[in-house]
């Protein structure tokens, strides 16, 4: 059975840094992409970032690109966004998926909540 | 970047109901596409991908259909478990995803 399981969620303040981390199981982590995906309180689905099987290619969602860093480390089965100069829309649950086929996600972990407030 | 619009925003119908709820891609995605289906408080949990693949364990009730622009998930009975907020994602240029729809029984 797939696990993912998010951690590093908190209260930071405006302009603060954090980092996300997700451990994986259940399956061979190092033959996946993954992503991170968030839901601000209420509101929808928003992709962030993108990361191949092999740490390679990376990409951002524009409202993220230049302030969020994500990796992974494949021996770990380990998943990170490091999150910097961070603003109050950054407030979400933060979902570490993985990525099947051509783009789906079939396996989403549980979330981890993120408030950035003074 | 391509916008998702998902239609109605929300939809209440009788237990039974055949319901249909449609995505609208602003620039074709061939088949690049997925429904989601989100119950308060949990994750996301795949139904369709591929526009029209069943995700294995979904109930055969629901089925996708569409490609280019347009797009539906149709549930052909609907149940009370079906209560939930359902998205639409893109995953031809990127990943977008429509704003939700809102299901709820009358």
């Known amino acids: 059975e797939v696990l993912l399981v998010e951690s590093g969620g908190d209260l930071v303040q405006p302009g603060g840094s954090l980092r996300l981390s997700c451990a994986a199981s259940?399956?061979?982590?190092?033959?996946?992409?993954m992503n991170w995906v968030r839901q601000a309180p209420g509101k929808g689905l928003e992709w962030v970032s993108f990361i191949s099987s092999s740490g390679n290619s990376k990409y951002y969602a524009d409202s993220v690109r230049g302030r969020f860093i994500i990796s992974r480390d494949n021996a770990k089965n380990s998943l990170f966004l490091q999150r910097n100069s961070l603003r109050g829309e950054d407030t979400a649950v933060y979902y570490c998926v993985t990525e099947g086929g051509s783009g789906y996600y079939p396996d989403w972990g549980q979330g981890t909540l993120v408030t950035v407030s003074s | 970047d391509i916008q998702m619009t998902q239609s109605p925003s929300t939809l209440s119908a009788s237990v039974g109901d055949r319901v249909t709820i449609t995505c609208r891609a602003s620039q074709t995605i061939s088949s690049w596409l997925a429904w989601y289906q989100q119950k308060p408080g949990k994750a996301p949990k795949l139904l369709i991908y591929?526009?029209?693949s069943l995700e294995s364990g979904v109930p055969s009730r629901f089925s996708g259909s569409g490609s280019g622009t347009e797009f539906t998930l149709t549930i052909s009975s609907l149940q009370p478990d079906d209560v939930a907020t359902y998205y639409c994602q893109e995953y031809n240029n990127y990943y977008s995803f429509g704003q939700g729809t809102k299901l709820e029984i009358k």
């Open positions: 591929d526009a029209s």
């Open positions: 259940g399956f061979t982590f190092n033959s996946y992409k």
